[in-house]
């Protein structure tokens, strides 16, 4: 796979960008009306760069005017190296000091400085402003040039080449594409051009289009307008999606592969502090940018609730702006909890995600934190946690089984999701809707002799058993049989009933409450009650002021 490189312009306005890229490629990329009206570049402008080792650049020519600033953060945002372009007799102005702050925000440090229009300056306005470049960008070749008489081109093509060093990204990592342009071409839809971050692209690739959340299928992919199978990362792609309209995209939107980056209203960020960082601040990432409210953790980190959904990864830069650029944000989170915890954010600075973790979180919402396996958890099913936290649930679950009731020693699990990943882990036993020591069984304990007291109580009159649990148990233990609303009868008291009605409906089909009240010579109540039981138990059916036999039978009561 030959190597795709994005190369970015930066520089004050005026001072030669888009006239330097012209020179290089051979493109003019103020193409709008207002451009060449006023001679300014508005927008983003795209062009393709043959380097003498054969490699090709993709450029991207930004707007130098200080009111477009967030346009050129946008097409500086996907860039590999720069060409900061100084005008020789003006020397560095405030947007090559922003320009130059900016890149240094995202992470792009390498490059190469053209001192322009030397046709225009004398030899000693030359050198100064070439001693100024070594001092503004250390580290960085500085060649003069002039677009105009093409003076120094082959000089900064050779530069350009040597500063032009391996890609970053991963081209193994998930597809994921900033749009940076979206129109519309007669016959063919609606087009998408954006650098490609990381991942490839290719003809019937669905992937999701965020934060809207579209699903779209990808026609066919262009690089510098020649259509491939297949487009990888760091190469300038232009996607035609069919049954998008040209309105449901915009600048700032992103393609995705599915499932593999959420849209998130915060983010933690290790701060790079330029000026006093205000409460409220623009945040730029990708080709976006969206109103955030700066919430600081400890003197280097923040969590940034934004107005807006971003796509981002660990690892993203986002510069901030106030009226001018007054900081950056490397993402440690692209998706944190919303209590920013400074420890926490120590920790994913250290890149020890294992440590971030305790209570069970789902593997899948780990993976932007993490590049490849995620080590030193535990792990359940889709869920990780730490081995402090499981610990700490099982004391929690032992304290509570040792508090519960003896006549049912069980205590129910809980409710979280991750339950029946993580509690097999535990070794306790589940019986129906709760969980046991292993083995455990149920025990009268202290109240022993409650229930003797109690049993010496009960006969064919129902009475009052203010422990339902162990009116519960002793009627399990076939001891007392539950009547009405919390009262009971003995078990035999029971019985007996329940033989006189079954012989009396035996004998006379049916049987009324009275004629109960006078076999058992008992009153109304009781036997209205026994009925009503009788009936639960599915002995009996009611029919009007009889009742007759089920012909199950009913199930059989010991
Ligand atoms: N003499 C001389 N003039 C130049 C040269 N390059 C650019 N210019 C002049 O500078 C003007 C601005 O050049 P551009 O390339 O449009 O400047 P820019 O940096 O793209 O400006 P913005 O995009 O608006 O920030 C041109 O209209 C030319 O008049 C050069 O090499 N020599
Ligand atoms: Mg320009």
Partial sequence: MSEHLVLGTAGHIDHGKTWLVRALTGKDTDRLPEEKARGISIDLGYAPLELPDGRRLSV???PGHERFVRTMVAGATG???????IDALEGARPQT?????????????????????ADAADPETLELALAEAAELVPETEAVAVSAKTGAGLDELRAALARAAGER????????RLFVDRVFTLRGIGTVATGTLWTGSIGDGDVLRAEPAGLEVRVRSVQVHDRPVERADAGQRVAVSLPGIERTQLRRGDVLVAPGAFRPSYRLDVALDELEPIAARVQVHHGTTQAVARVVRVGARHAQLRLAMPVVA?????????AQTTVGGGRVLDPAPPRHADPARMEQLERGDVAATIHAPVRVEELRHLVDGELSGVERAGDWAFSRAWLDELRAALEARLAEADPLDPGVPPPPEPWAADVIPLL?????????????ATAELGARTADAERLQQELGLEPVKVADQQLARYLEEQGRLVRVGDGLAVSAAAYAEARAAVVAECEAAGRITLARLRDLLDTSRRTAQLLLERLDADGVTRRIGDERVLRRSGGRPRG
Avoid: M, S
């Fill in 79 to 85: 860039i590999d190296l720069f060409l900061l372009v």
């Fill in 60 to 62: 991207i020519d930004v």
């Fill in 97 to 117: 000091l922003e320009h130059l702050q900016i890149l240094r925000l995202l992470g792009i440090d390498k490059g190469v400085v053209a001192v322009t229009k």
């Fill in 427 to 439: 070794g306790l036993e589940r019986r129906g809707a709760k969980l046991y020591r292993p083995g």
């Fill in 313 to 321: 990864a660990r690892g993203d830069r986002v510069v901030l702006r």
């Fill in 168 to 175: 970053r990204a991963p081209a193994t990592a998930a597809t």
